[in-house]
């Protein structure tokens, strides 16, 4: 069966400190992978997806970035965090051509 | 990008119906439907693909009108379990890259 997993659950972090978010996908190969974020009471916002290793596209500016190296492993990272980066961070995978999106638990960061 | 729902909120009495919209600006390929408890991820509901068909899960359907880029969830009978906020989700192409999830609607049943 198909599991996402994603760390840390919760996560508070001072202004101007790195971040790394980790997600993993079993059970499947060559996922589609998201990393969505859902500031508090707002609906959610794809930042970036990816269709392979090393193949990134970013939906918005920003000072986040994401990498994925390897198949099922979708990292997301900030050099320095800024107060507007607190929200509900979510990861989902998709199979191509199969439409549903499968979302991990999410990570509630807060930046103060 | 970002399809537009109406309405934000809805509060409905247990059995009462409801009636959620969504509108996009772009051609879409398919529609998706997700509710998303608070504080809790969001669960797929249904997918609709281009060919306005109409689908149903259990009280819960949906529509899809590809001409007029909209889609319509319909809620009968509603539960307290239906409680939740609804967001509609957008395809561009079958490939799957670029999904796009709605501003959602804020759906409360009371007793």
């Known amino acids: 069966s198909q599991t996402i997993h994603q760390w840390p659950a919760t996560l508070v972090q001072p202004v101007g400190s790195p971040l790394s978010l980790e997600c993993t996908v079993e059970g499947t190969s060559n996922p589609n992978l998201y990393w969505y974020r859902q500031a508090a009471g707002r609906g959610l916002q794809l930042l970036f997806y990816?269709?392979?290793?090393?193949?990134i596209s970013s939906e918005v500016p920003q000072n986040l970035s994401a990498s994925r190296p390897q198949d099922r492993q979708f990292i997301l990272s900030s050099k320095k965090l800024l107060l507007s980066d607190s929200g509900f961070y979510l990861c989902a995978f998709g199979r191509p051509f199969d439409y549903e999106q499968y979302f991990g638990p999410g990570t509630r960061l807060t930046v103060t | 990008q970002q399809p537009v729902q109406s309405p934000q909120a809805v509060i409905l009495r247990e059995g009462e119906d409801a009636v959620i919209n969504c509108s996009s600006s772009k051609a879409l390929y398919s529609v998706h439907w997700y509710r998303q408890k608070h504080g809790e991820a969001p669960v797929f509901l249904m997918i609709?693909?281009?060919?306005?068909e109409q689908k149903g899960h259990d009280k819960i359907s949906a529509s899809f009108n590809e001409k007029k880029q909209q889609s319509s969830l319909y809620l009968t009978a509603s539960q307290l379990s239906y409680s939740g906020t609804y967001f509609c989700?957008?395809?561009?192409?079958?490939?799957?890259?670029?999904?796009?999830f709605g501003t959602g609607t804020s759906l409360t049943v009371i007793p």
């Open positions: 989700g957008t395809l561009k192409s079958n490939t799957g890259n670029q999904f796009y």
């Open positions: 609709l693909l281009k060919g306005g």
């Open positions: 990816s269709v392979g290793i090393g193949q």
